[in-house]
């Protein structure tokens, strides 16, 4: 399945604007149906469906960010399988990426930072009290609203710090230049 404007997953959700591409598939906003809000979905690349490996840590992300309930994280709703995709269903934040931020403004308040700093570390410290850790953490995974509070989005490629790892020996997951 193609993604495209008005296309409905799981009889519900009906995609209307794609938001951004990356790495593992697309993020559509759309409307539930069902529930009459907009939520975000995430439907992951035609290519990567036909690999259980890929297709595993997408489910992964679904069952781990689930497990969160904390304000500095988007809430995960529903997961999906179709017509030879995977979606994950989550809450819509509003505001922008801090990599778009960073980006325009080249230079950000000290004070700002350590707020974003401080917001992000309280969703992280949360996230590992629950055993998850998120292994790919950096500006772009970061959403501000136009409040300024932050939250956490794509544990795509997460686990479960007592799980058996989705990476086999010497595979490297996450960004390089963020890696730590």
């Known amino acids: 399945m193609r993604p495209s404007v008005d296309v409905t997953l799981g009889g519900r959700y009906t995609l209307t604007e794609r938001i951004a591409i990356g790495g593992m598939g697309e993020v559509w906003k759309a409307r539930d149906k069902v529930l009459g809000r907009t939520v975000a979905v995430k439907i992951l690349k ?8 890929f297709l595993e840590r997408f489910r992964a992300e679904a069952r781990h ?3 969160l309930n904390h304000p500095g994280v988007a809430n995960v709703f ?3 399988e179709e017509d030879g995709s995977a979606y994950l269903v989550m809450e819509l934040v509003p505001g922008e ?3 778009n931020i960073i980006e325009r403004d080249k230079q950000l308040p000290a004070d700002r930072i350590l707020n974003i700093m401080a917001q992000t570390a309280r969703a992280l410290a949360a996230a590992h009290a629950q055993g998850l850790v998120h292994r790919d953490v950096k500006p772009g995974n970061l959403i501000i609203t136009p409040d300024e509070r932050v939250k956490v989005t794509d544990f795509g490629i997460a686990r479960l710090a007592d799980q058996v790892p989705l990476t086999a020996t010497g595979q490297v997951m996450g960004t390089a230049q963020y890696l730590a």
């Open 46 to 53: 035609e290519e990567y469906t036909g690999d259980p490996g």
């Open 65 to 67: 960010t689930a497990l």
């Open 78 to 80: 529903d997961y999906g």
């Open 97 to 99: 990426p801090l990599s």
